[in-house]
Each structure stands twice: as structure tokens, then as C-alpha cells.
């Protein structure tokens, strides 16, 4: 049963060999984005996580044949902890891969848009209060210092309420807007935009920290498609982060999912910045240097290793160098 804590599911593939099947577990993981470890006492074993913080394992095991000539290949997948819903979707597409050796399978799914189900529509201010009153209580879970499920907890839930495509756009605008002034659409005050600037500024690769630059990254996104103007100096502490991002970005080998949204939110920071954003700017260009060195290894090791890291490089490097963009 895949929603069992550690729910466990097996494929025999026949007539193949652990080295295919091993080349094609890695191909998948790229195409998947998934960060990978392997454990030095069980090389037969993969240990995988998702950026939503699924984690499951890819075993291998060889079946021999009566004769002892040849044999077939076992994949194990089993879940360890995260989403069971994301799990057998995430399985069902492995094993699909593991069998045809296709790469689209896994291709298609990530380079695809995500198709917004929620209704467009106008919301009523009964809705949006609700919605506003949900995101004060995550603010509220992100300020406890000490309580990392609780941190984590609200982070999820700022997550999804931040992402038009999970919620209501007129609800992640509203979200958006009280995170980045620390006010709400009703005039209230919160602490969450400060929380979640620590939790950012703060690179020690924790689940913490990468849900904080996911969230992060929603608004943001939003924010550079919104012709809206903030007070003079609302948007400025953003700019400090930069350093920070730079950080995550040197750590693509061994924490991808971090370092994958610290480069989405550093495009969007360049996005934003210039006329709109001048202090934004500014910063940007302290740091220029050290971020077109760190783009190109990132951009270097994703094309082997993670293809969403790849993607990002390559639009930071098409921003900076239009003229490289095609040999990106």
C-alpha cells in the first residue's frame, strides 16, 4: 500500500542488467530533479528527495536463473517519508522509465507548465479574509523560534497560498502582499515578513531554509508580474539577501533543491531590479561577479546531474549575457 508509512513496490525487469537499468535511475533523477545519495556501505541502494520533501529509496537487486546464467533485475521502491499521493505518482513514473528506457516519461512532466484548476473568479471579502486569517496563523507557526515542525508546518502552508496555480490569484496576491509589507489587506500587522527573512538569510541547508526560499520565490514571481508600485523601501531588504542566494548556489552538489530556488529567486531579483527596484539593483551588482562565476558551474553540473538547475542557470545566463544565450 503506497500510504503506508513505508510503503514498499517492486518491478522485475527481464533480460536487462544492473548497469542499463542503474543509467536509466539516473537519467530519471535528472529529468526529475531529484537529489540524490548514495550510501558508501549499500551501492545497490539510492536515497532520493523531491523538492516538496519526498524521500524514498531505489534498491537494485539482481534474481538469478536456475542455470546461473544471467539473470533478471529487481527495482525496490520505498517510500520513507513525505506525500504518499506524490509517492505512487512519482513511482508509477519511474517505473515507466525504468522499463522503456524512455525519457520523455519523466521529460514531459517537468517541462510542462502546470495547468491552473482553481476558478478564477472574483473571491468574496468573506473568502478572502478566511484566506488572509490562514496565512496570519502560518506567520504566526514561522516566528516560533525552536519549533522547527511548527516552522516547517507554516512555511507549507505559506507555500501553497503563495502559488496561483495551487490557489486563487486574487488570495496569493493578497498573501503576497502582506509578506512583503508586513500588513495585511485589513490594515493588520504581522511578523512573517521578518520570520521568513531570517529563515532565508539563514543557509544551513534545513528543510527551513528551503521552504523559506520557496515561499520566497512565489512571491516574488508574483511580484515581478504586477505593475504595482510599493512604498519607497519596502522591497530594499530583499536586495541584502543576495550574498545569501550566492551562498545556496555553491551548494548545487549536495543540496540542489535549495540551490535550485535560490537561483529562481536571484532571476527574479534581476528581474525586478533598475528603474522599479534601484536598491535592488544595487546590491546585484556587488556580488555580479562571484554570481556569473557560480551560474556557470551550476549550469555545468545540472546538465549532468538536475535538469530544473540547469533551467535556471540558463535564463540567469541568457539575462546577464544575451549574446551567450544561444550557447547556453
Given amino acids: 500500500d503506497a500510504n503506508s508509512p513505508l510503503a514498499r513496490t517492486h518491478i522485475v525487469i527481464e533480460g536487462s542488467s544492473a548497469p542499463v537499468i542503474s543509467g536509466r535511475v539516473s537519467e530519471f533523477a535528472r529529468l526529475y530533479s531529484l537529489a540524490t545519495e548514495k550510501t558508501p556501505d549499500a551501492p545497490h541502494r539510492l536515497r532520493c528527495t523531491t523538492d516538496s520533501s519526498l524521500v524514498f529509496e531505489i534498491n537494485l537487486w539482481k534474481k538469478e536463473c536456475i542455470n546461473g546464467n544471467g539473470g533478471d533485475i529487481i527495482v525496490e521502491i520505498c517510500r520513507r517519508s513525505g506525500c504518499s499521493v506524490e509517492f505512487r505518482r512519482v513511482r508509477c513514473l519511474l517505473s515507466k522509465a525504468v522499463i522503456s528506457g524512455n525519457k520523455n516519461t519523466a521529460n514531459g512532466i517537468k517541462n510542462t507548465a502546470p495547468i491552473s484548476l482553481v476558478p478564477t473568479r472574483r473571491p468574496s471579502p468573506i ?176 546538465k549532468v546531474n538536475h535538469v530544473a538547475l540547469e533551467q535556471e542557470a540558463r535564463e540567469i545566463i541568457k539575462m546577464m549575457n544575451p549574446g551567450l544565450a544561444a550557447h547556453a
Fill in 127 to 302: 473568502e478572502l479574509r478566511t484566506v488572509i486569517q490562514h496565512a496570519q496563523t502560518a506567520c504566526d507557526l514561522i516566528c516560533k523560534r525552536g519549533q522547527t515542525q511548527d516552522i516547517i508546518t507554516g512555511l507549507r502552508m505559506l507555500a501553497f497560498l503563495t502559488d496561483p496555480n495551487k490557489t486563487n490569484r486574487m488570495f496569493a496576491s493578497g498573501v503576497c502582499n502582506m509578506i512583503l509589507t508586513g500588513v495585511t489587506i485589513f490594515g493588520q500587522r504581522t511578523e512573517g515578513r521578518e520570520a521568513l527573512y531570517n529563515h532565508v538569510l539563514n543557509c544551513d541547508g534545513s528543510t527551513v531554509h528551503q521552504y523559506a526560499l520557496k515561499v520566497l520565490g512565489n512571491v516574488l514571481d508574483l511580484v515581478s508580474k504586477k505593475q504595482q508600485k510599493y512604498k519607497e523601501g519596502t522591497l530594499d531588504m530583499w536586495g541584502n539577501i543576495v550574498p545569501s542566494l550566492v551562498r545556496d548556489m555553491e551548494t548545487a552538489r549536495s543540496n540542489p533543491h535549495a540551490a535550485c530556488n535560490a537561483m529562481r529567486c536571484l532571476r527574479l531579483l534581476y528581474v525586478m531590479q533598475g528603474a522599479r527596484y534601484p536598491s535592488i539593483g544595487d546590491s546585484m551588482r556587488l556580488d555580479m561577479s562571484s554570481i556569473r562565476t557560480i551560474t556557470g558551474q551550476v549550469w555545468t553540473y545540472g
